[in-house]
Every structure is written in C-alpha cells, then in structure tokens.
C-alpha cells in the first residue's frame, strides 16, 4: 500500500517534469524566431516619476497600443510626448501583440524610467520620445548587424554590390508607390548561383518620401556594414532593411 502510493507520486512528479520541460522548449522555440537586437535609453532626454502626467500617459498609450497592435502597428503624438510601434510586414495580429507585450516589458525593464527609449525586436520596434517626432526620420538612432561570412574571401564584389543596390531601390520604389503603399515590401534577386532575399520598411508614420530618403540615407551610410557581407540588416527608429541568402520572411516573397 505504502509502497504503491509512493510509486505513483513519483510517476506524477516524472509527468509534471516533462511537462515542465516541453513549456520551456516551446517557449525556447518561440522566442527564438522573434530575437532581441538592440535598446538604446535615451538619457538625455531625462526620467519621469510614477503617479506623474508622462506617466498616466504613457500608461493610457500602452494600453491603446496593446488593443491597436492587432493590426500590426500604432502611433501617437503630441507635443511633449511620441510613442511608435512598428511590427515586421508579415507580423500582425496576435505575433504584433506578443512583440509588443514583450518588447514594453523588456523596456520597463532595460531603461525604466526614461522619457526617451528605443527597443528593436526581430519582429517589431517600440520606441518612446518626449516631443513631437511623428512623421521625422531619426538619423541618430540607426546600427547595423552584418554576417561574419564574406560574399569573396578578399576584397569585395562589385557584381553583388550592383545586385544589392538594385534589389534595395526597386525594394524602396515598390514599398513607397502604389495605391495601397505600406511603407513595407519584399523580394528577391539572383546573384551568381545563390538567390538575395531582401526588406524593406519604414515606420508608418512618416511620408513616402521621407521613408525613401531614410533608406536612402541608411544605405549609404552603412554600406561598409553591408556591401561585403552574406547578409546584414541595418536597424533604425525610422526604417530599416536587410538581406540575406536565405528567405526570413515567411510568406512567398515576389521576383523582382
Ligand atoms: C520567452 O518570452 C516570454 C515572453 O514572450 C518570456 O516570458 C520568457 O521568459 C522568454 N523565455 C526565454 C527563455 O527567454
Ligand atoms: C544598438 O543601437 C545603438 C544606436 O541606438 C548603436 O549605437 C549600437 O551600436 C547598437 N548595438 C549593437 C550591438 O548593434
Ligand atoms: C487599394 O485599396 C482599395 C480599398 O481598400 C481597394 O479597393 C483597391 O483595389 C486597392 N488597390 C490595389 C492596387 O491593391
């Protein structure tokens, strides 16, 4: 009798592992197709207290962005306050929602307090600022994360260089035209043997020609990050892009 019971406990408790363990591998799994890059707090622009008005709201905004996230992005300006969620083009709905919940905590956390504050995830972007930034490229808060592989071992080439750069401006022409632009666009090109997947998007607060000078701008500014490397994205508050030669988007992306 003792025995028997004593056995199945330990079933139980085995059972109740195992279970354990297959949450936290799912969890695992889950989190690592929507990777953390990069937060900036943005110190300069000085912290606020609990209770205060920045802090109501901020609070009020969240709770707007959490109910608009659905839809895959939400802003709010005015003078002394802007706030930016941004997710990936093919990120909406519930994986906008979760970006979002997880990115607000994670900038509770990393930065708490201050005014100013940018976090970037795979899937989205939040970012916070104490004065009126709808609709103006932020130049300052931009980085770049390239492969370790070279596309050739030495020096560069000019052909996927040439690839590259036709594969961003027809990214950022497709993105910024058309009846129903979404500041969003995808595709591919093919260089040598491989295929070059490419993304292009801004923040959809700004105007179709402020997201073609952002990238523009961005292009040029980190092409040493860009031009030698078997994929590179550059990540900014208000555009950014990537390449890579596999596809990491997962819907079927169009042959430009
Ligand atoms: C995965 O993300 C969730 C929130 O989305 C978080 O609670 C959990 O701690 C994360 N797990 C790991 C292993 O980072
Ligand atoms: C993170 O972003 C900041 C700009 O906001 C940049 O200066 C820094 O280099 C980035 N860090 C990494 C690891 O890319
Ligand atoms: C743009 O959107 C409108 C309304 O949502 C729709 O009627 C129209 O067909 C769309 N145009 C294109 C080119 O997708």
Redesign the pocket.
């Known amino acids: 009798m003792h025995s028997s019971s004593s056995v199945s406990k330990r079933l139980i408790l085995i059972y109740v592992l195992a279970i354990r363990l297959l949450l936290i591998n799912s969890?695992?799994s889950?989190?690592t197709t929507n990777e953390y890059l990069n937060h900036t707090c943005l110190v300069s622009l000085g912290k606020y207290k609990a209770g205060s008005e920045y802090d109501q709201l901020f609070k009020n905004i969240m709770k707007m962005f959490y109910k608009n996230s659905i839809r895959g992005y939400d802003y709010f300006s005015e003078a002394t306050f802007t706030a930016i969620l941004q997710c990936r083009g093919d990120s909406y709905g519930p994986k906008c929602r979760?970006c979002f919940v997880?990115a607000l905590a994670a900038l509770r956390r990393r930065c708490p307090w201050y005014k100013g504050r940018i976090i970037w995830y795979d899937q989205c972007l939040l970012s916070m600022d104490s004065k009126y930034s709808i609709g103006q490229i932020d130049y300052d808060n931009s980085f770049c994360m390239s492969n370790a592989k070279k596309v050739v071992d030495d020096g560069i080439s000019l052909a996927f260089i040439k690839v590259w750069n036709n594969l961003v401006d027809d990214l950022t022409e497709l993105a910024t035209t058309g009846d129903n632009s979404t500041l969003y666009s995808v595709g591919e090109k093919r260089y040598k043997g491989d295929m070059v997947y490419g993304m292009v998007q801004c923040t959809e607060d700004l105007s179709r020609k402020a997201c073609q000078e952002c990238v523009w701008y961005n292009t040029f500014h980190f092409h040493d990050c860009v031009d030698n490397f078997r994929g590179a994205r550059v990540v900014g508050r208000s555009c950014t892009f990537r390449l890579e030669f596999y596809p990491f988007i997962a819907k079927p992306v169009r042959n430009i």
């Open positions: 969890e695992l889950l989190n979760d997880t």
